[in-house]
């Protein structure tokens, strides 16, 4: 079959690689549509993936064409979205129940291979099936869409709250759609790029900014949420936590980056420095919230491109042009 | 020895009152799987009504089944894929593999998992065995601090670690637990180590309330003084009783906002004083065994917040698992008795 591999860091191309064969409870999904995500980057320059080559592609969904010996769950012919993580079971933090910090991380995509492809091979219990009418190179989005529910479990619940989100890509307009569902009183977004804000404002966002100065919220903000993963927006937005607020890193800062708070307003106004990581229990609702209607597929992918253009998909990623880009091997 | 070729002793139920020790072959472990050699086995309520009645509920003894499933042992073997250095780990057995598939697992609930195979459960055998098969994430490690008795004891533990995780006791918590059995006396334990300021346990059994005091606790004989003349206003009451007057009066002592949790297992039909709930804003919480509670229970065992070998009251070798099902009727002051499959 045809597929995406990177074979060393900084080498990645389209090619030939075997058909995956499923195990007794796997499935192989027909990729219909691989979204095209920062990991994916990382991977490339030689992070993450514990050895290459590999077929990456984390976020995708597709068709079911052929069953392991024990899988009675789903049919060849169904519609599946699929949850990447590959838990261990058996370390410390997946015996917490917090298997998105498994000490043994391990996903389609990143250690295994992934959905860049033709065909992918997935566990029958991380397939999310889709109903019938509900486009399968649209539910792509639903892995990063249950990123960010978990960022909305982390948060808790915040009913009327006006939101700040640094950051208006792909992720930033999916917290923004879902802070409107969760009831905020207002979201605002700041980002440099005018493009982006613009399609924020396409979506409902209350104020898009290229600074959050330019806003008049006195007390600031009760929930602000960084989707940039750079310091200057993240040591920007800190300091506008409203009293008793909560500030979520969302966005994935390099490894070594370093930010500056003030420990002494933290303190004295109770505010919550918090994280969100990837998937935890969150894939199934996102499933639901994305066959409701949460998200406006043809706004949020700007980009299908045939999978022989992998390579062109990554690096207009890297470029920063448009929003979610997505590779469809059933194209061209 | 070469454990996978070679047979072992099992005790089987075949029908009420009938058990024998009977030969079979140790298992092999598949995938994911770890071969335990049973070291200890706590006898449960559950054990005592497959053996006096021969089914609980819909679960009815049809074949022979093998009980326990209060389990700790040593890893003799692994499977394809298990993690390394697992084997001869001392390990406590977590006892429902649970299908990691279904809504409830995936939405992290997996306690609810309709599709769980619990160990003792008709059809799924049990523990009283001296090899046990479990999914390798489900054999927990233990440290030497923690005695095998102990280890296999965290299983009730765990089911008080999660009531109290249901009920929101935490530092200041005010605690009533009714029922001062196993589980009652675990949980009152627990709840002095998330923080608690006041512990009451009540029951029926001078023995049982000496043990609570025992571990700190004040008491409370309901049958010789009710809850509302001792003057107790919990902020959570933990119900292990399954006693539906003791439910009634423990409900309608619990402070404004406060919390209930249910865990004894009684009639299906309990009255409820349901303006007095409604008036004071309690809520109500059901509990149904745990999940992800074993690294706690294993920390409360091992810092000696919790104390598990001080509840064995007997212990029991393969052939005499008929004197540990039935030494809770037969000798008072019973708490835990322990089958040790090995000897």
Redesign the interface.
């Given at each position: 079959m045809k597929a995406a591999l990177i074979s060393a860091p900084g080498q990645v191309e389209v090619t030939t690689v075997p058909d995956p064969t499923p195990g007794p409870r796997d499935v192989v999904v027909q990729v219909a549509a691989c979204g095209i995500c920062g990991t994916d980057l990382h991977i490339l320059q030689g992070e993450f993936a514990p050895s290459l080559p590999i077929v990456p592609g984390h976020e995708f969904a597709g068709e079911v064409v052929a069953l392991g010996s024990a899988v009675t769950?789903l049919q060849v012919g169904d519609q599946v979205a699929v949850d990447p993580s590959l838990h261990?079971?058996?370390?410390?933090y997946?015996?917490?129940?917090r298997g998105n910090l498994c000490q043994?991380f391990a996903a389609l995509g990143v250690t295994v291979s992934g959905g860049a492809a033709e065909f992918a091979v997935a566990p029958?219990?991380s397939c999310f099936r889709l109903p019938a009418g509900v486009s399968t190179t649209d539910a792509a989005l639903v892995e990063p869409l249950s990123c960010a529910v978990h960022g909305f479990d982390v948060l808790g619940s915040h009913l009327a709250d006006d939101f700040l989100i640094y950051g208006a890509g792909t992720m930033g307009l999916m917290m923004m759609e879902l802070a409107k569902r969760a009831g905020a009183a207002s979201v605002s977004m700041v980002d440099l790029n005018p493009a982006r804000l613009e399609t924020a404002k396409l979506l409902g966002c209350d104020n898009t900014v290229t600074s959050a100065d330019e806003l008049d919220y006195p007390y600031g903000w009760g929930v602000v949420v960084d989707c940039t993963g750079v310091v200057a927006a993240i040591e920007d937005g800190i300091p506008r936590v409203d009293r008793g607020g909560t500030f979520l890193q969302f966005g994935v800062s390099a490894e070594k980056a370093e930010a500056r708070f003030s420990p002494h307003r933290v303190y004295n106004h109770e505010i919550t420095i918090t994280g969100s990581m990837a998937v935890?229990?969150s894939?199934?609702?996102a499933g639901a919230l994305f066959v409701a209607g949460a998200l406006q597929p043809e706004v949020m992918i700007s980009d299908r491109l045939p999978l022989g253009s992998y390579v062109e998909a990554l690096e207009q990623f890297r470029a920063g042009v448009g929003r979610k880009i997505v590779v469809e091997p059933g194209r061209g | 020895m070469d454990v996978t070729t070679s047979t072992m002793r099992v005790s089987v139920l075949r029908g009420v009152h009938d058990l024998a020790v009977v030969e079979r072959p140790v298992p092999t472990p598949g995938p994911g799987e770890v071969l335990v050699q049973v070291a200890s086995v706590g006898v449960c309520g559950s054990d005592i009504h497959y053996y006096e009645q021969g089914r609980i509920g819909p679960y009815v003894v049809e074949q022979p089944l093998v009980l326990g499933h209060e389990a700790s042992g040593r890893v003799v073997a692994t499977g394809d894929g298990v993690a390394p250095g697992r084997a001869d780990q001392r390990v406590s057995v977590e006892p429902g593999a649970t299908c990691r598939q279904c809504e409830q697992c995936r939405a992290g609930r997996y306690n609810l998992c309709p599709d769980v195979r619990f160990l003792a459960t008709p059809p799924v055998d049990g523990a009283f065995c001296e090899y046990l098969l479990v999914p390798a994430g489900d054999a927990h490690p233990v440290p030497d601090a923690v005695s095998d008795d102990a280890a296999a004891l965290l299983e009730p533990l765990s089911v008080a670690v999660w009531s109290l995780r249901r009920s929101g006791v935490g530092v200041g918590t005010r605690v009533l637990v009714t029922g001062a059995g196993a589980i009652g006396l675990l949980t009152a334990q627990a709840a002095w180590a998330f923080g608690a300021t006041e512990v009451v346990v009540t029951d029926v059994d001078e023995g049982r309330l000496a043990v609570a005091r025992a571990q700190g606790s004040r008491t409370i004989d309901v049958s010789v003084t009710s809850l509302a003349e001792a003057g107790v206003e919990p902020d959570v009451l933990v119900e292990c009783s399954g006693n539906a007057r003791a439910t009634w009066e423990a409900v309608g002592t619990v402070a404004r906002a406060g919390r209930v949790v249910l865990v004894g297992m009684g009639g299906d039909e309990v009255r409820l004083p349901l303006s007095y709930v409604q008036d004071r804003e309690l809520q109500l919480f059901g509990s149904f065994r745990y999940a992800n509670t074993w690294p706690d229970a294993i920390a409360l065992a091992a810092s000696g917040e919790v104390s598990l070998d001080e509840l064995v009251t007997s212990h029991h070798g393969l052939d005499d698992v008929e004197a540990a099902l039935t030494a809770p009727a037969r000798v008072p002051g019973t708490v835990k008795p322990v089958v040790h499959p090995g000897c």
């Amino acid at each position: 079959m045809k597929a995406a591999l990177i074979s060393a860091p900084g080498q990645v191309e389209v090619t030939t690689v075997p058909d995956p064969t499923p195990g007794p409870r796997d499935v192989v999904v027909q990729v219909a549509a691989c979204g095209i995500c920062g990991t994916d980057l990382h991977i490339l320059q030689g992070e993450f993936a514990p050895s290459l080559p590999i077929v990456p592609g984390h976020e995708f969904a597709g068709e079911v064409v052929a069953l392991g010996s024990a899988v009675t769950e789903l049919q060849v012919g169904d519609q599946v979205a699929v949850d990447p993580s590959l838990h261990c079971h058996e370390c410390r933090y997946c015996r917490i129940g917090r298997g998105n910090l498994c000490q043994s991380f391990a996903a389609l995509g990143v250690t295994v291979s992934g959905g860049a492809a033709e065909f992918a091979v997935a566990p029958v219990a991380s397939c999310f099936r889709l109903p019938a009418g509900v486009s399968t190179t649209d539910a792509a989005l639903v892995e990063p869409l249950s990123c960010a529910v978990h960022g909305f479990d982390v948060l808790g619940s915040h009913l009327a709250d006006d939101f700040l989100i640094y950051g208006a890509g792909t992720m930033g307009l999916m917290m923004m759609e879902l802070a409107k569902r969760a009831g905020a009183a207002s979201v605002s977004m700041v980002d440099l790029n005018p493009a982006r804000l613009e399609t924020a404002k396409l979506l409902g966002c209350d104020n898009t900014v290229t600074s959050a100065d330019e806003l008049d919220y006195p007390y600031g903000w009760g929930v602000v949420v960084d989707c940039t993963g750079v310091v200057a927006a993240i040591e920007d937005g800190i300091p506008r936590v409203d009293r008793g607020g909560t500030f979520l890193q969302f966005g994935v800062s390099a490894e070594k980056a370093e930010a500056r708070f003030s420990p002494h307003r933290v303190y004295n106004h109770e505010i919550t420095i918090t994280g969100s990581m990837a998937v935890l229990h969150s894939f199934e609702r996102a499933g639901a919230l994305f066959v409701a209607g949460a998200l406006q597929p043809e706004v949020m992918i700007s980009d299908r491109l045939p999978l022989g253009s992998y390579v062109e998909a990554l690096e207009q990623f890297r470029a920063g042009v448009g929003r979610k880009i997505v590779v469809e091997p059933g194209r061209g | 020895m070469d454990v996978t070729t070679s047979t072992m002793r099992v005790s089987v139920l075949r029908g009420v009152h009938d058990l024998a020790v009977v030969e079979r072959p140790v298992p092999t472990p598949g995938p994911g799987e770890v071969l335990v050699q049973v070291a200890s086995v706590g006898v449960c309520g559950s054990d005592i009504h497959y053996y006096e009645q021969g089914r609980i509920g819909p679960y009815v003894v049809e074949q022979p089944l093998v009980l326990g499933h209060e389990a700790s042992g040593r890893v003799v073997a692994t499977g394809d894929g298990v993690a390394p250095g697992r084997a001869d780990q001392r390990v406590s057995v977590e006892p429902g593999a649970t299908c990691r598939q279904c809504e409830q697992c995936r939405a992290g609930r997996y306690n609810l998992c309709p599709d769980v195979r619990f160990l003792a459960t008709p059809p799924v055998d049990g523990a009283f065995c001296e090899y046990l098969l479990v999914p390798a994430g489900d054999a927990h490690p233990v440290p030497d601090a923690v005695s095998d008795d102990a280890a296999a004891l965290l299983e009730p533990l765990s089911v008080a670690v999660w009531s109290l995780r249901r009920s929101g006791v935490g530092v200041g918590t005010r605690v009533l637990v009714t029922g001062a059995g196993a589980i009652g006396l675990l949980t009152a334990q627990a709840a002095w180590a998330f923080g608690a300021t006041e512990v009451v346990v009540t029951d029926v059994d001078e023995g049982r309330l000496a043990v609570a005091r025992a571990q700190g606790s004040r008491t409370i004989d309901v049958s010789v003084t009710s809850l509302a003349e001792a003057g107790v206003e919990p902020d959570v009451l933990v119900e292990c009783s399954g006693n539906a007057r003791a439910t009634w009066e423990a409900v309608g002592t619990v402070a404004r906002a406060g919390r209930v949790v249910l865990v004894g297992m009684g009639g299906d039909e309990v009255r409820l004083p349901l303006s007095y709930v409604q008036d004071r804003e309690l809520q109500l919480f059901g509990s149904f065994r745990y999940a992800n509670t074993w690294p706690d229970a294993i920390a409360l065992a091992a810092s000696g917040e919790v104390s598990l070998d001080e509840l064995v009251t007997s212990h029991h070798g393969l052939d005499d698992v008929e004197a540990a099902l039935t030494a809770p009727a037969r000798v008072p002051g019973t708490v835990k008795p322990v089958v040790h499959p090995g000897c």
